[in-house]
């Protein structure tokens, strides 16, 4: 299976380089409110509650800027109870944070079963990374705690992109067949091996900063040289949901217990530090996934 898995990662790859040095690629842009408040956000003079005729056009959008208004980081604080209130609340760089996680989501919901399936267990996993990036950091000293949280969340973002690239060949080996043309697990796998490309490419073509982009790149190893980085943050971020067992796939234990104490190490995490981050994850995420 490992060798099928390699093999076809390798072709999956090859076609993958292709469209992308013939601009071929197609990857969906943001959602147009979305795109028209990226827009607004680069005015110099705008203020967050000025995206309120533009986001209270799309119900899924406005529900999740009131969600975030109201999260836990704004306890004690009475409820935000319209959409302009809570755009004040969030302040830029969470709007803009919120604004991606919108666009993120509705790449790994797909009109495939199959797809929606199993990119289900992914975002969770985005969703987890995400959360526990943005902690790390801030705990860390990081100043750059939103952009932590965005390169956690788009750590995984071209797994649904090479999901659709396989449903794509399946369909033109198999036809209108039932049967499927390789093990789920050998699916997974192959998902796994040829994605991060992809996802630096759609960061890159969202516009967002460059300390994303490069985390979407590197966090697959530490860098020991800039111990504080968002990668490092991403990278420990991402053994520790898998270590939590929030994951799609197989996981070494033991390598992703390595992970978590070298992440430590390099972050300066200690032990009541990790069981705060650590308890009650899958609750935090779950109550994200509605």
Not at 36 to 57: N, Q
Not at 65 to 92: C, D, F, W, Y
Not at 168 to 182: H, L, P, Q
Request: net charge neutral; hydrophobic share 45%; with cysteine.
């Amino acid at each position: 299976m490992a060798v099928v898995a390699e093999k076809l990662s390798q072709e999956v790859q090859t076609i993958l380089e292709k469209r992308i040095a013939d601009n071929q690629l197609t990857l969906p842009p943001p959602p147009a409110v979305v795109t028209k408040t990226m827009a607004l956000l680069r005015d110099p003079s705008f203020t967050p509650k000025d995206a309120t005729p533009l986001i209270e056009r799309d119900s899924v959008l406005a529900a999740r800027v009131l969600r975030a208004a109201n999260s836990v980081q704004h306890g004690g604080m009475e409820r935000a109870k319209s959409l302009p209130q809570a755009l004040t609340r969030l302040g830029i760089e969470k709007l803009k944070a919120t604004l991606i996680e919108v666009s993120a989501h509705r790449l790994f919901e797909s009109r495939d079963q199959r797809i929606a399936d199993a990119t289900r267990g992914l975002w969770e996993h985005s969703l987890a990374v995400a959360m526990l990036s943005r902690d790390v950091a801030a705990l860390s000293g990081q100043t750059e705690t939103e952009a932590a949280y965005l390169a956690g969340l788009l750590h995984d973002i071209g797994k649904p992109v090479v999901a659709w690239l396989l449903l794509e060949a399946e369909k033109s080996v198999v036809g209108t067949r039932t049967n499927v043309w390789i093990d789920p697990d050998v699916w997974i796998d192959v998902i796994n091996r040829t994605h991060r490309p992809v996802g630096v490419i759609l960061a890159t073509k969202w516009g967002l900063p460059e300390s994303v982009s490069a985390a979407i790149a590197d966090c697959a190893e530490y860098n020991g040289g800039d111990r504080l980085n968002v990668a490092n943050c991403v990278r420990f971020a991402n053994a520790l949901a898998k270590r939590e067992g929030i994951y799609v796939g197989k996981v070494d234990q033991s390598d992703c217990d390595a992970l978590v104490m070298i992440g430590r190490s390099l972050l300066g995490i200690d032990d009541s530090v990790l069981q705060r981050l650590s308890g009650g994850l899958a609750e935090r995420v779950k109550t994200l996934m509605v």
